[in-house]
């Protein structure tokens, strides 16, 4: 008797909160490292070509660093920073990629650098 | 699936708890990895004139993302950042919404009724043509206005108001490329497409940062020579290192102005090393110059070339330009097979603008690199519908719709019997081009001037001097935009618009492709669509001036649905009417079909069927040029049917090397350029208002060689006062290998009186074309202070007890004295 | 191991030191935030009665203004506790109200 009450509660529970079944990629704004106002009117990859040389210097040398695709496109400014940007934002250009990625078949929980290193972006072709 | 099922749970617990309270997860997504939306509404980019597809995402009616459109033959889904962002302010706050009036420009604005706003408007501009007769007013239109709202507005004026006061920012743009067509070529536009890029061999860029004004464009020739990096070769001619130069095999740094000796040269080396195309320059060429256009032979054109040696050249032009980087240059231009040539404003805003343009036309002509596949001499539009609205709507003071010259009778006389007016409406000279259209406000000859999606407050080359005309109490100035910016600071009458995509209409970008963009939300309340604008307008002054025909000529359009039924009446006329069995012909691009395709319909497209394949994809050639097909006799390959060139030839033309209009002297140093940066477009008062792009490019700076730094003492960020003839400015300095010795750049998108760059520019301009020199003048600079914490300036609006003020510190009434 | 959807109420001058609090417990993922002062956070422990000590320690951090559970997912512990096994602490309490 006791253990069919619980298991109702526990089920109605599960069933109450299970309605919504999209796969959401819900991650928080992440913080940027606390900056003075003098050095937030920098541009990112004034300050990081300093702070991140590496990471500049793959993004300078890719695709995007000559095409002028900048660091905030992906990762947001201050008020909208994420480390590791929301397919969302890559969409905008690649909309067909990020479309693809989401076929079921297709292991949906694949983003686009799970096979192109971030920043650099090399295609598998060794292009 | 293949998230695990703690995933899954976690994230159903957190969706959970999340709607209890209303609240949205970031980077939330459609199953698909879209952002959410209702819908996605198609159109094309708001700015450059790459002519970007794009789709906009609309949530509970706002715009809410946007995202390429992967299978458009312009972008290939691709966007830069102003693309990828711009919905974010068509909402923002500092959007105009009603109607604002004063009568004295020293007062605050007034909120009115559209009514009351039309009525103003068409009594000023009457009472102007009363008193001082049609030629008092004027219209300076736009290259980012809709191709149906510069058709309707220079209908008005010419058929309605019987004046040619027509005119629009793309004279300071692109009118050298225009005249530099039709002196070389005999029509106005690019030969060839974009899609040659991906079957080039050699890119010539001369006098343009693609990578940064141009960049999806720029995309493509950057991945063209990445994915082939020994057999493409990549020539840049700047005298600044930009970030285009990134990929270049070769950079060509010369002093401003200096171009025309380069270009000289290199054709030199060609026809010496006989490269040059025989069979071709046989076929379809002759050889002109002067003003009388004399026809001279080809001998001529050598002789004429013996001042023009590598050497000789070499040493006009400085820089790093050596005779064996010119042998260099002709060689690869020459030799690959298929060259395609790319330059915008460094060309273009030049006294000397249409000669450097035929320069670039005829190494092209000289070698046959046209009209094959990969080959070909492109003018990069600068604005998204320079081309579609203002070079083949009739937007010039010189020209009426589908490229007929005001002054040939016999296709004036042809507009006006397709407009249904009496012949002689339109009256038979040009109008006042734009420096001449402000100097004539400032000589108290233009009383009424409707001013249309552009801001020559802080566009026109040595501005103060014409913001004085415009801050003149008796020049009624109507100012037709979305924002506050330093024009409307000058205007009597501010009527608020609607924005791209909350109203429908067509843009003509750079290859010759119209595009339509579907009306997609509604605008803020009170702002207007101009076409509904321009209507009701027309309507009331047809009264006033008891004249019939001001309303005649808007009558088909008269009660028209403004979001769609509107401007596709005025498409019709246009395209269908106007354009039919000219070279510009899109009357098989109507709108039904221009709504099929994914991105839009390159003219010549005489029939709806070419329309739907896409039209033309190179003109002049027979068997893919439709009008050279018909025209085409004998086994000729191609017709260069242009209308200036009654002899069907191209035109190779002997230009001599001739320096700027104000050349660096003793007194005044240092050349002077200015340009854009890829952050924000033109004068930012759109651009500026994007969080992001607003704190990627604050403000402008000055870019000044590392060894003139050096020895001026100047370090990075410290202010620099820039000094002309014409006054100074302090902009902070960036210190970087970009312009070459002797010479500073100046990005123009700063709003601040004291960054305002074009402040000091001169207003000389190319006498063929009226292009003014933006790219060239003289100037002194010192260090004026160090680093100073500066702020970005955007012109805003707010509403006090006395009414609707600007905040700049620009002051009109102060300026006025002056 | 349970997981459990909940909201943590702050003001919103304490959002940004609350969340930093948050991320501070392992067990502890901080998914989402609004202006007002909504922070949604998952938890994810060994145990019911790990998961309500957890909260209880949460909870004393003065910043914090509530927690409120949204969502519960006992996960294996349901076979445990219908086998008798385990009974997890806030159900004993439960029975001896009743």
């Known amino acids: ?127 | 699936m293949g998230i695990t099922r703690r995933e899954f749970i976690k994230t159903t617990a957190a969706l959970t708890a999340a709607s209890m309270v209303g609240l949205k997860l970031p980077g939330e997504l459609d199953a698909q990895g879209m952002p959410e939306v209702d819908k996605w509404v198609r159109g094309t980019c708001r700015f450059c004139g790459v002519g970007c597809r794009v789709e906009m995402g609309i949530k509970n009616g706002k715009p809410v993302a946007i995202r390429g459109v992967p299978n458009a033959k312009t972008n290939f889904g691709f966007l830069c950042m102003k693309g990828m962002l711009f919905y974010k302010f068509m909402r923002h706050p500092d959007r105009l919404t009603k109607p604002l009036y004063r009568k004295k420009k020293t007062e605050p604005f007034k909120e009115i009724s559209w009514d009351k706003a039309l009525d103003i408007a068409a009594n000023e501009f009457a009472k102007a043509i009363k008193k001082y007769g049609p030629n008092s007013v004027a219209y300076y239109g736009s290259g980012q206005a809709l191709t149906e709202e510069t058709y309707l507005f220079q209908k008005i004026f010419r058929g309605g108001l019987r004046t040619n006061n027509v005119e629009g920012n793309p004279r300071l743009c692109m009118a050298s490329a225009v005249g530099g067509y039709i002196t070389s070529f005999g029509a106005d536009e690019p030969m060839g497409a974009y899609e040659d890029i991906e079957k080039a061999l050699t890119f010539f860029i001369i006098g343009s940062n693609m990578a940064e004004a141009h960049p999806v464009l720029f995309r493509r020739i950057m991945n063209r020579k990445l994915n082939n990096p020994d057999i493409v070769k990549v020539i840049n001619a700047d005298p600044r290192v930009s970030p285009t130069s990134r990929i270049a095999d070769l950079h060509l740094q010369f002093k401003p102005g200096t171009d025309l000796a380069l270009l000289n040269a290199m054709a030199y080396v060609i026809i010496k090393e006989n490269w040059h195309n025989k069979d071709f320059l046989k076929n379809y060429v002759t050889f002109r110059v002067g003003k009388e256009k004399k026809e001279v032979t080809f001998d001529d054109y050598v002789k004429h070339l013996e001042n023009y040696t590598p050497e000789k050249a070499a040493k006009i032009c400085g820089g790093n330009i050596t005779p064996d980087k010119i042998r260099l240059a002709a060689k690869w231009f020459a030799t690959s097979g298929r060259t395609m040539s790319f330059w915008t404003m460094g060309l273009n805003q030049r006294t000397r603008g249409v000669w450097a343009n035929n320069l670039v036309n005829n190494l092209h002509i000289l070698t046959g690199q046209l009209g094959i596949p990969g080959a070909d001499s492109f003018s990069l539009t600068g604005q998204p519908n320079a081309c579609g609205g203002v070079r083949e709507g009739g937007g010039l003071c010189h020209i009426l719709p589908a490229h007929r010259p005001v002054v040939n009778d016999k296709l004036r006389h042809e507009v006006e019997r397709l407009w249904g007016i009496p012949e002689g409406r339109i009256p038979p000279k040009p109008g006042y081009h734009t420096i001449a259209m402000f100097q004539a406000i400032n000589d108290g000859k233009i009383k009424a001037i409707w001013i249309h999606t552009t801001s020559p407050a802080q566009s026109l080359p040595n501005a103060d001097k014409y913001r004085h005309g415009l801050a003149r109490d008796d020049v009624f100035v109507v100012v037709t935009d979305i924002f506050p910016t330093k024009t409307t600071e000058l205007a009597n009458l501010i009527l608020p618009s609607a924005f791209l995509f909350e109203k429908t209409g067509v843009y003509g970008c750079s290859e010759r492709r119209s595009q339509l963009t579907l009306k997609a939300v509604d605008p803020p309340p009170e702002a207007k669509p101009e076409l509904w604008i321009a209507v009701e307008w027309a309507k009331r002054l047809s009264k006033k001036l008891k004249d019939p025909i001001v309303y005649k000529v808007v009558e088909p359009f008269d009660g028209k649905e403004p979001g769609f039924e509107l401007p596709k009446a005025v498409w019709s006329e246009y395209a269908g009417k106007l354009t039919k069995g000219r070279d510009n012909d899109l009357s098989g691009a109507t709108y039904e079909v221009l709504m099929k395709r994914p991105d839009g319909v390159q003219w010549p497209a005489p029939t709806q069927e070419i329309a739907l394949k896409g039209g033309t994809y190179k003109k002049f050639v027979r068997g893919i040029d439709p009008i050279a097909t018909r025209l085409a006799k004998g086994n000729e390959k191609y017709v260069f049917y242009g209308e200036a060139h009654k002899d069907h030839k191209l035109w190779i033309w002997l230009r001599p090397y001739k320096g700027a209009a104000e050349e660096p002297d003793a007194e005044y140093p240092f050349y002077l350029s200015t340009g854009r940066v890829i952050d924000q477009w033109h004068t930012s008062s759109m651009t500026g208002r994007i969080p992001e792009l607003l704190q990627s490019a604050p403000y402008a700076y000055v870019e000044i060689n590392p060894r003139d730094a050096m020895r001026l003492g100047i370090k990075p960020n410290d202010i620099v006062e820039i000094e002309t003839r014409r006054g100074k400015v302090h902009i902070p300095a960036k210190i970087v290998e970009g312009p070459m010795e002797g010479m500073v750049f100046v990005y123009w998108y700063d709003m601040d009186e004291d960054r305002m760059i074009n402040r000091v520019t001169k207003d000389a301009f190319d006498p063929g074309s009226k292009q003014p020199e933006f790219k060239i003048c003289a100037a002194r600079i010192r260090k004026y202070s160090g680093p100073k914490p500066l702020k970005p300036f955007i012109v805003r609006m707010k509403k006090t007890r006395k009414g609707w003020v600007h905040i700049d510190k620009f002051n009109i009434k102060e300026f006025q004295k002056k | ?98």
């Open chain 1, 1 to 127: 008797m006791k253990s069919k009450f619980i298991k109702s509660v526990l089920w109605s529970v599960i069933l109450i909160g299970s309605f919504s079944a999209i796969y959401a990629q819900g991650t928080v704004k992440d913080e940027h490292p606390e900056l003075s106002p003098e050095e937030k009117m920098m541009t990112c990859r004034g300050c990081h070509k300093e702070a991140t040389p590496e990471i500049y210097n793959e993004w300078y040398n890719s695709r995007h660093g000559i095409d002028n695709v900048r660091c905030f496109q992906c990762h947001g400014t201050f008020s909208d920073f994420h480390k590791t940007p929301p397919i969302s934002k890559c969409a905008a250009c690649h909309a067909k990629e990020v479309l693809n990625l989401h076929v079921p078949e297709n292991s949906p929980n694949k983003t686009c650098w799970s096979c192109h290193p971030v920043h650099s972006f090399r295609v598998h072709k060794g292009k």
């Open chain 3, 1 to 98: 191991m349970p997981i459990g959807g909940f909201i943590v109420n702050t003001k919103p001058e304490d959002i940004q030191e609350v969340v930093k609090f948050l991320k501070s417990f392992p067990e502890v993922e901080v998914y989402s935030h609004d202006e007002k002062g909504n922070i949604i956070v998952v938890i994810e422990t060994e145990l019911s009665d790990d998961m309500d000590e957890l909260v209880d320690v949460i909870k004393q951090n003065e910043r914090i203004l509530a927690v409120s559970v949204a969502y519960l997912y006992y996960e294996d512990e349901v076979e445990k506790i219908e086998k008798g096994e385990y009974i997890p602490e806030r159900f004993r309490q439960k029975k001896r109200r009743n």
